[in-house]
């Protein structure tokens, strides 16, 4: 019966060291799994979070230039008659019916750009923003149009600024994140990909066996413990 305690003891301990491993390896894959199947989700989208944010901010541009054409329209007389100066009597230098159509022109060209084709390049809102700022400045140039009130100053400005707006989104928010999170996506795939060369080998029942000289000497001790009078002559002898 004393000797088979080790042995029963090897054999539990060479278990436990194979759950433990199995358990270790489990709880360290199941992140990055985790992390990679969120970012394939994530993938999947037609758009991105911070991509949707921008196409909506574009959309309140256009919003905000035509409430405040409409509130100008209103201001000056009724909305019919004035309808007709501005669009069918156009004056550059008196009307802003031209400032309504470059928002328009800003909604179309990001949306067509950023919303449908996806594009990931600053090109078309750095079209948009330089024919908007080089509009505006000539038509602010114009003495006429700053005598209408202050609608002359308040829709180039706020035309000029919403246009920049959507610039700094796009080059320092919607570009970078989404290069962020692509690089982010391919490294944990390649690392569940690609695993390392040299793994952990295979735990064997063998190293936890003590060597049978130990299992010899421990019987001697136990007998010598049980037996003095035996240690006793051995040690004299």
Known sequence: MVEQWPAMDSRCSSFDSRFTSQEVGSVIS??????????????????SDVR???????????LF???????????????????????????????FFDIFLLAVFRFAALILAYAICKLRHWWAI?????????????????????????FG?????????????????????????????????KSFVDATEHPPLIGPGPVSEGQFYSPPESLADSD????????????LIQNVT
């Open 30 to 47: 199941t992140p990055v799994s985790g992390r990679v199947e969120s970012y394939e989700v994530a993938g999947k989208k037609c758009i």
């Open 153 to 185: 100053y308040l829709l180039p400005i706020i035309s000029f600024v919403l246009a920049w707006i959507e610039t700094w989104l796009l080059d320092f928010k919607v570009l970078p994140q989404e290069a962020a999170d692509e690089n982010r996506y």
């Open 126 to 150: 750095a079209i948009t923003t330089t024919v908007t700022c080089a509009f505006l400045i000539v038509k602010v140039i114009l003495p006429k149009l700053l005598a209408q009130g202050a």
């Open 65 to 95: 230039i035509t409430l405040l054409w409409i509130i100008e329209l209103n201001a000056s007389g009724s909305v019919q008659t004035q309808l007709e100066k501005e669009v069918l009597h156009y004056d550059f230098h008196a009307s």
């Open 220 to 231: 001697e001790d136990l007998d010598d413990k049980h037996d003095p009078e035996k240690g």
């Open 52 to 62: 949707r944010t921008f196409c909506l901010f574009v959309t309140f541009d256009l």
